[in-house]
């Protein structure tokens, strides 16, 4: 799991990376005068389709530090849900594992647990212009998924009126393999972009099992600290998942080394890939002021 080590104090530079534009074909070269006004029309229907591809398509979004947070051991984010009001109690979003008390145990989930824990607020630059403090955990556990949800004593619009930030709001919808996403650490302040490269049905480490994980491409080379950063959806600047453990040394299921399952049981070890747990199946769970409510429909979080 991604919480933070001595050893990666002197971890690898983030390296940045980039993609070469795409560039349209000419249409070959015609010699005959029939030939000529249909190359001109043919120029005309594809410039107007292009033109109306760039209005129509989704604008990526600029990944800043703004609204995510640095604790004591871990990242996390102010977090709001598609209905979620400006007035209703702030939520943090972190991991299950990054939880002051240590890690839950397999089958545990943590509801509505009095906390007083403090977090750096970030601005775009990220640097920290406030402390924001929970009064509860909302909601925790390392069952199934890898999150922790802790309500805060100020609200949305007191954070916005305040210190000019917003809360990250979270996709209610299952993300897709092949997104373009941005891993943002509050606590080392550093982001890490890749792309989902799949999703996987099972990810055993050590005594705890996960469901449909996110699996990053290899350019997401996320250190100790970095559980708990939000992954945002580039295009939409939505959060999709919450960044928690990678396969540090080739072990096979053991902690810091989960493993891939599949339906059928083989179990497959990428050596230094990355992984999140998915956030959209947090949204039903959550309604009229951030109240948890576990028996709403369509919500499927783990029970205590």
């Known amino acids: ?32 005068e029939t030939d000529t006004l249909t190359s001109v029309v043919h120029d005309a229907v594809t410039s107007a389709t292009a033109s109306l591809n760039r209005l129509t398509a989704p604008k990526a979004q600029a990944v800043t530090f ?6 004591s051991n871990c990242s996390g984010s102010v977090v709001r849900f598609p209905d979620s009001e400006d007035n209703d109690p702030a939520l943090v979003m972190s991991n ?24 750096g607020l970030l601005n775009p630059a990220g640097t920290r212009v406030a402390t924001l403090r929970a009064s509860k955990i909302a909601y925790a556990t390392m069952t199934d998924t890898d999150v922790s949800m802790y309500q805060l004593t100020t609200t949305y619009a007191a954070i ?41 049905h099972q990810l055993k480490e ?11 491409t290899s350019a997401c080379q996320t250190i100790g600290g970095t ?16 960044n928690n453990t990678g396969n540090e040394d080739g ?39 951030n109240k948890l409510d576990l028996s709403a429909s369509g919500c499927t979080l783990p029970k205590p």
């Open 66 to 71: 703004a609204g995510t947070v640095s604790l």
């Open 1 to 32: 799991m991604n919480k933070p080590l001595v050893a990666v104090l002197a971890a690898l530079a983030l390296a940045g990376v980039g993609a070469a534009p795409a560039v349209a074909a000419e249409p070959a070269a015609m010699g005959a």
């Open 227 to 242: 559980s708990g950063s939000p992954v945002i959806d580039n295009a939409t600047g939505q959060v999709v998942a919450v």
């Open 251 to 289: 072990g096979r299921c053991t902690d810091n080394n989960p493993c891939e399952v599949d339906e059928s049981g083989n179990v497959t070890v990428r050596q230094g890939i990355n992984y999140g747990q998915q956030t959209y199946q947090m949204a039903p769970c959550f309604g009229v002021d």
């Open 206 to 216: 050590g005594s705890w099992t996960w469901k449909d994980s996110v699996r990053y």
């Open 160 to 200: 916005k009126s305040s210190y000019g930030i917003d809360p990250l709001t979270i996709s209610d919808a299952h993300p897709t393999a092949g997104t373009a996403i941005t891993v943002v650490s509050g606590y080392w302040k550093r982001t890490y972009a890749c792309n989902v490269d799949g999703f996987v």
């Open 96 to 119: 299950g594992h990054c939880l002051e008390s240590g890690f839950p145990e397999p089958g545990e989930v943590i509801v509505d647990q009095a906390s007083s824990r403090t977090f």
